[in-house]
């Protein structure tokens, strides 16, 4: 960055480039763009950033994100409240959804078990899925998880902590590609998934 920027266009660079995806270079494009269009973009991305660190929270049912809690899934009564499906992070939710493949409800863990990252399930959401699915309600729990080492590792411990909990524990088909993650995969491949998911 030359001197002549100055510090709060440092700034705003330097959190553009902590965005997944965009490093130093893409985030100085990103900010002379922003810059350049102040009124058509820079303005109200700000509106909107400031509006959703307001208002968004955290569905305490699911874990989803919402501006209500429960959030509008857990809340919507078309659908079917028998079938949990267990996602690693939001962004698999909403290739979920956005698929059209389930008409279930959530439940966002929030991460995979990791041991070379020490994430072990005391840090995932595991005791509210297993809570929920003990319920009574839930007939089927259904793990989309990632085709990784550490997402069949999460699934393999998920299996096994639900097997007291009488519900039918199924994964999604091998038609998600080894290493592949949910938000980067087209909705045909997520929804013939879904249909040829088979017994954990």
């Not at 997944?20 to 909107?48: F, H, I, N, V």
């Not at 009574?136 to 998880?145: C, F, I, N, S, Y």
């Not at 999460?154 to 080894?178: F, K």
């Amino acid at each position: 960055m030359t001197a002549s920027a100055g510090p709060e266009i440092e700034r705003l660079i330097s959190l553009l480039a902590k965005l997944p995806g965009l490093g130093q270079r893409s985030a100085r494009r990103a900010a002379l763009a922003l810059l350049k269009k102040r009124e058509q973009l820079l303005t109200p991305l700000a509106d909107a950033m400031t509006e959703a660190a307001a208002r968004v929270k955290i569905c305490t049912t699911c874990g989803s994100l919402d501006t209500q809690d429960p959030c509008a899934v857990c809340c919507d009564a078309s659908r079917d409240p028998t079938l949990i499906c267990v996602v690693e992070e939001v962004g698999a939710l909403w290739a979920m959804e956005r698929a059209s493949a389930f008409r279930g409800r959530y439940h966002v863990l929030g991460g995979l078990l990791s041991a070379l990252d020490g994430v072990g399930p005391d840090a995932l959401r595991v005791s509210s899925l297993v809570g929920r699915a003990s319920g009574g309600e839930v007939r089927e729990v259904v793990l989309a998880l990632p085709a990784t080492v550490d997402g069949q590792t999460t699934a393999h411990y998920l299996a096994d902590r639900l097997a007291g909990a009488e519900v039918s524990v199924t994964m999604l088909a091998r038609g998600v590609p080894v290493g592949g993650e949910l938000d980067w995969l087209d909705d045909g491949t997520i929804a013939q998934a879904m249909r040829a998911r088979r017994p954990a």
